[in-house]
T-cell receptor
Framework: KNEVEQSPQNLTAQEGEFITINCSYS?????LHWLQQHPGGGIVSLFM???GKKKHGRLIATINIQEKHSSLHITASHPRDSAVYIC??????????FGAGTRLTVKP | NAGVTQTPKFRILKIGQSMTLQCTQD?????MYWYRQDPGMGLKLIYY???????DKGEVPNGYNVSRSTTEDFPLRLELAAPSQTSVYFC?????????????FGNGTRLTVT
């Protein structure tokens, strides 16, 4: 039905760098989620957005509905940001499709 | 506030055995979900429920069953375990449909079938 593509698959950065993770999807959606999966396996919701931009601390999420694209930015990255970041798209029902995730490693 | 609690954290099953993965949430969410996560793949929906007494199949329901007798509990049953069911299982809940509400996840259950 819909493919959710994330890039890059893996990303290594030095502490303090600005990081961008991208997510593209192929059909219209109702909402897009960004999730963080900790090294221990737990998953937490970072953002849910259907238009524009949201900011929480050093994290910024943007979405361009026309281009079917979203980005997650991390400013002033820190080793504790090391995790897998997952993009998921939702439709007007209970269906959601998930990207395979971007593994981020931030080195001190 | 415990959120979504899954048990057990780890389990090893032999082929043909059965087991129940438990999931409980204390947020009074109507919507609950079971996902599986395989290496290199996105999470896939197994079953979901929109309220007590109502369940429906997701993308990959074969080999699993669920029930929802209360708002809080949404157990996932594996009958006749197969190696293809080796995976990490996540239970999640939300206040409204996932296109309109954040998801809250449990910590996962790592299941190995040998």
């Amino acid at each position: 039905k819909n493919e959710v593509e994330q890039s890059p698959q893996n990303l290594t950065a030095q502490e303090g760098e600005f990081i961008t993770i991208n997510c593209s999807y192929s059909v219209g959606i109702s909402a897009l989620h960004w999730l963080q999966q900790h090294p221990g396996g737990g998953i937490v919701s970072l953002f849910m957005l259907s238009s524009g931009k949201k900011k929480h601390g050093r994290l910024i999420a943007t979405i361009n509905i026309q281009e079917k694209h979203s980005s997650l930015h991390i400013t002033a990255s820190h080793p504790r940001d090391s995790a897998v970041y997952i993009c998921a798209v939702g439709y007007n029902n209970n269906d959601m499709r998930f990207g395979a995730g971007t593994r981020l490693t931030v080195k001190p | 506030n415990a959120g979504v609690t899954q048990t057990p954290k780890f389990r090893i099953l032999k082929i043909g055995q059965s087991m129940t993965l438990q999931c409980t949430q204390d947020m009074n969410h109507n919507y609950m979900y079971w996902y599986r996560q395989d290496p290199g793949m996105g999470l896939k929906l197994i079953y979901y429920s929109v309220g007590a007494g109502i369940t429906d199949k997701g993308e990959v329901p074969n080999g699993y069953n669920v029930s929802r007798s209360t708002t809080e509990d949404f157990p996932l049953r594996l009958e006749l375990a197969a190696p293809s069911q080796t995976s990490v299982y996540f239970c999640a809940s939300s206040y409204r449909q996932p296109d309109n509400s954040p998801l809250h996840f449990g910590n996962g259950t790592r299941l190995t079938v040998t």
